[in-house]
């Protein structure tokens, strides 16, 4: 599990307002490979939006959960299957017609192919798309008061 604290700002319509502390984001043991330090970039807070779970309120601190075997398929599905069907179908269109155009016809037709392919699968199996998770932790924690005065 890929793990981030934060503190709920807010619960509108059913979708927590969370603000998560990211300055401490350039020390963690993730580095660049870390999506929430990706989204920072630099700043000290980042504020995310997502579905409320039950017993979350208000000034709850929260850990932001995402699978990481989710994120890892959800990548392979998102990155290197369209970079293959690229290189697939610039091959058959070398292979069949064996012009520069032909080639450069089929790399964008396997490209486009592999990202309707993509939507069909996220929309048809549900668990491709990774959803994080609100996971409640003590009330009593330590709190920077930077999370609780950070505006949306």
């Known amino acids: 599990m890929i793990e981030h604290r934060g503190i709920v700002q807010r619960i509108e319509d059913g979708r927590a307002i ?12 993730h ?25 979350i309120a208000a000034g709850d601190m929260v850990c932001v959960a995402l699978p990481e075997s989710r994120l890892t398929l959800s ?31 089929g790399a964008i037709v396997g490209f486009v192919a592999a990202l309707i392919i993509a939507r069909v699968a996220i929309g048809l199996v549900p ?7 609100l996971l409640p932790l003590s009330r009593s924690s330590q709190v920077s008061p930077q999370e609780f005065h950070h505006e949306h």
């Not at 870390?34 to 980042?46: E, F, M, Q, S």
């Not at 998102?78 to 450069?104: K, R």
């Not at 668990?127 to 998770?133: V, Y």
């Open 31 to 55: 580095g660049s490979s870390c999506g929430i330090g990706k989204i920072a970039a630099g700043r000290p807070a980042t504020v995310l939006t997502l579905p409320a779970s039950a017993g």
């Open 18 to 29: 969370v603000v998560m502390e990211t300055s401490g984001c350039s020390a963690c043991g």
């Open 75 to 105: 990548a392979l599905l998102g990155y290197l299957f369209p970079a293959f069907a690229m290189l697939f179908g610039a091959w058959l269109g070398a292979v069949l017609e064996g012009s520069d155009g032909a080639t450069a016809l």
């Open 127 to 133: 668990g491709l798309m990774p959803a994080p998770q």
